[in-house]
């Protein structure tokens, strides 16, 4: 499938990050990819982003989508030409755009449910919540902190933000294959935040990951962000993902 090169703006993304089992993602994740660990833990998490202005590079900000969208993530890595690569499996995608639902595995990687979003936003207090056609939900309640989170496994925010921007290939099943595509930020900067609540139906269904088997870490807050993503090659699928 060919994905055109698109542009636009990050006006807010909050990254909700727990660290996991890794004999659990291991069984959960298909080959070629293997959980990527920081002190033996592996790291999963759920990506909040709302977009604007995106559309095919050199069409005008005028012609462009707008969209909120959830993503679950499991950071990995991959054996590609005797190197090891790293980036992140993305078994799930939600979206508030019926155009993005309607285009994912078609225009863009993997499926994407349509989802309702409730969002409130204001003097650095962010409520964002959603629930899908399948019934997966999502309600985080977060500040804007000063402090990174001082029981978090990264021990500092520049730990932190050196491991997520160094997931910045993000892989979704779609179909026998893998579709792929990197993102590239012009002004990767993350602020901590201190989370109050945090309910993942996805991460909170036992039959997927016992219960104790994953674990709330820390938050993140990028605002502003000038980026683009960009299609890289596809990977075939060795066996079914089982999510």
Known sequence: MYIPAIKGIIERRILINFTADPNV?????????TPKL?????????????LKKIRPIGLPGLISLSSENGAHRIAVEW???????????????????RINSF??????????????FKVYEEKGHYNVAFKSSDGTTIDISADISIDFDQQSIFQNLENASRFFEGGAVGYSPSGDKFEGLRLSTVNWKVQPLTVSKVHSSFFENESIFPKGSVQFDNALLMTEIDHEWHSVSQKRMNKKASL
Do not use: Q, W
Request: glycine share 10%; proline share 9%.
């Open 25 to 33: 993602i291991s069984k959960i994740i298909p080959p070629p990819f």
């Open 38 to 50: 920081y002190k033996g833990k592996a790291i999963v998490g759920i990506c909040l982003i709302r």
């Open 79 to 97: 054996i590609e030409k005797n190197d090891i690569k790293e980036g992140v499996f993305i078994p799930r995608r939600d979206t508030s755009s």
């Open 103 to 116: 285009v994912g595995g078609r225009l863009f990687p993997g499926r994407h449910f349509h989802a309702e």
